[in-house]
Every structure is written in C-alpha cells, then in structure tokens.
C-alpha cells in the first residue's frame, strides 16, 4: 500500500491549489482518506476525509466553504481543492488509509510523504 501526495506550492493569498493523492497496491474504493495538515510547531491536524464505498465527505469546521474533497477511484486519486488560501494554511498536507473516516491521524495505518503548501505575498 502506498500514498503519494502531490501538487503543493507557493501562492499567494487568496489563491487555490489542488492537491492529489494517488494510491498504489490497493483499490482505493474500499478505503477512506483522509487528509491533515501539520504546521511548524504544531501538532498534525485533520482538514476532511472522503469515506469508503460512497465517497461521502467530510470537511473540517476551520477549512469549510473553502476546502472540498473528491476522489476519482478509476484514476485512484483523492483531490483535496483548497481555495481563498490565507498564510493560515501555510503547511505539510499529508493524505492517509484506512477503513474508516476519524479525526485522529493516529487511526491511520498508511501514510503518504506529504507535500508543502505554502501561502505568501
């Protein structure tokens, strides 16, 4: 099983990027992925989840109305859109699997490496 995130940058506030998530040696369809942000100094933090099965979503309250979450299972792929990016997302996104949608990165078995996101003038 292995993630890899993708698709991080520099922007500038107010702008969007869209992350992916491509998943290898499992069929994507049958896990939940969720996404999380780590900042420097602080602890890793969920930003939503696309469940197994029916690819419902969630979404964290601090990121909702700007942040969606699709996956494209043909492509095994999980997209994180982020829009109206302020420096307050400045950080390491990482995607993860597992059966089931938490909140808490420890529940995660797999882990992709992350991919920085950067927000300046």
């Known amino acids: 099983v292995q993630l890899q995130a993708s698709g991080g940058g520099l922007v500038q506030p107010g702008g969007s990027l869209r992350l992916s998530c491509a998943a290898s040696?499992?069929?994507?369809?049958?896990?939940?992925i969720g996404w999380f942000r780590q900042a420097p100094g602080k602890e890793r933090q969920g930003v939503g989840c696309t469940r197994s099965h029916d690819g419902g979503t969630y979404i964290t309250d601090s990121v909702k109305g700007r942040f969606t979450i699709s996956r494209d299972n043909a492509k095994n792929t999980v997209y994180l859109q982020m829009n109206s990016l302020s420096p307050e997302d400045t950080a390491v996104y990482y995607c993860a699997a597992h059966s089931s949608c938490y909140s808490d990165p420890a529940m995660y078995t797999y882990w992709g490496q992350g991919t920085q996101v950067t927000v300046s003038s």
């Open positions: 040696g499992f069929t994507l369809d049958d896990y939940a």
